[in-house]
């Protein structure tokens, strides 16, 4: 992440000064202590930025087109949650309708086909009900746009699943996003400023 400059005696202060900023951006990537600070992604080579482009939104893309054949199994409902199963072949989705009630059902990824449910949840008393539909009004950002955040935080990232919940008196989106090098991230998406923080026990 450091430049170097050809030239005579500005070459040493420019490493210390590139060096010094790179600090401070580690330091601002230490997450989730008494008050979490945003997320600071690599800055990545002009060579890789477009590939790495170009795969977040294939990668949106693709969740958007689960989600909304989700949607659609259920008429004016909301996404609130989907996570892979079977090694990412599946996803278990998530959708609340306009009375607050929560269905769940499977798709597989490849063809976006609803191959169980919709299910609706029948333990849910008047006071579930009312949170999912408070969250859902609260949420600025839906599902498709916080995946977005995180994906341009964790370029190469591959995410397995995305909440909406409450968290420190705030509506969230919570991701667990997989990086290129394997190690699992937990990310926070602030569903009404689209600020994105990384758990700091997610290492």
Request: aromatic content about 2%; charged content about 30%; overall charge negative.
């Amino acid at each position: 992440m450091t430049k170097t400059i050809i030239g005579g005696a500005l070459a040493g202060a420019a490493l210390l000064t590139a060096t010094a900023c790179g600090g401070d951006a580690r330091q601002m990537t230490e997450q989730f202590g008494a008050s979490p600070t945003p997320y600071i992604a690599a800055t990545e080579s002009p060579k890789y930025g477009a590939h790495a482009d170009s795969q977040k939104r294939s990668a949106v893309k693709k969740l958007e087109e689960v989600g909304k054949a989700a949607m659609k199994a259920v008429p004016g409902s909301t996404l609130v949650a989907m996570e892979t199963e079977e090694n990412g072949n599946l996803w278990e989705v998530q959708v609340v309708d306009d009375k607050g009630i929560e269905h769940q059902m499977d798709v597989e990824s490849d063809t976006t086909k609803v191959v169980s449910g919709p299910r609706a949840e029948d333990d849910e008393n008047a006071d579930d009900k009312a949170r999912h539909l408070d969250r859902i009004k609260s949420a600025k950002l839906d599902y498709a746009q916080a995946a977005a955040k995180v994906l341009a935080a964790v370029p190469g990232g591959r995410i397995t699943e995305i909440n909406l919940d409450s968290h420190r008196d705030k509506i969230v989106w919570e991701v667990d996003v997989v990086p290129p090098n394997g190690s699992k991230q937990d990310m926070t998406v602030d569903a009404s400023d689209g600020a994105v923080t990384k758990d700091s026990h997610s290492d």
